[in-house]
């Protein structure tokens, strides 16, 4: 599914760098990218979204080289990815249930397609009893469940979550990896970008270490 083929990114200060990453990633895959702060994973996640440009080397979507993609096609492969972010990004002023909604409206879904998918996302995520609530009336393990539910709710090929547990106590850990786990069982691939050992710890599938912007360990902790 996913090629990162000879990928490099460099820039002036080290730190974030890449260096020749060669990965590939199969549909309905889990895996979780283990580092600490400027170990590369937001740099990689960034290339990937083709949010930014690689010094040399490619990245390989469905066998579609992604920086040979003209600019007006970009927004339709981004479509194909959900990404969940350490800051939630939420809309303030809009409810839970018109969090979700609004990423819907922005590829043109029908009411009637809202109406039924956003609840079914919102059970998913279990916060079916808060689509009225506005996101600073959340705690901040709900937020970032929203936060997933809205990612997903295009059904994303791929879904990216960057540091999605970062801010959240020990419970919300647990519940926030649980539901990307289930996602996962539902057919969709997951990379998971963490430095937080609690996270890796609950986590039985391909563990990539990055260290310096080089991949330094690749193991699948459980084959099934």
Do not use: C, W
């Not at 998918?117 to 995520?125: I, K, Q």
């Amino acid at each position: 599914m996913i090629d990162f083929k000879n990928l490099s990114k460099t820039y002036r200060s080290e730190k974030a760098s890449l260096h020749d990453i060669n990965l590939s990633i199969k549909e309905g895959e889990f895996v979780t990218l283990v580092g600490h702060s400027g170990a590369g994973k937001t740099t990689l996640t960034k290339l990937l979204l083709g949010e930014e440009t690689p010094s040399s080397g490619s990245i390989f979507f469905d066998g579609i080289d992604i920086f040979s993609l003209k600019q007006r096609d970009i927004p339709r492969y981004r479509q194909r990815i959900g990404v969940v972010f350490q800051d939630y990004k939420l809309l303030k002023n809009k409810t839970v249930f018109e969090n979700i909604a609004f990423a819907m409206e922005m590829i043109g879904k029908d009411d009637e397609s809202i109406a039924k998918d956003v609840p079914n996302a919102l059970e998913l995520v279990g916060l079916a009893d808060k689509e009225d609530s506005f996101p600073d009336e959340l705690s901040g393990g709900e937020q970032q469940r929203l936060a997933i539910a809205r990612a997903i709710i295009n059904q994303p090929d791929l879904l990216i979550a960057d540091e999605p547990t970062d801010s959240l106590d020990v419970e919300n850990v647990k519940a926030v990896v649980q539901i990307l786990k289930k996602i996962n069982e539902l057919g969709t691939t997951v990379i998971l970008a963490t430095h937080n050992p609690d996270v890796v710890k609950q986590l039985d599938d391909r563990i990539v270490i990055l260290e310096h912007g080089r991949i330094l360990k690749d193991t699948l902790k459980n084959k099934k």
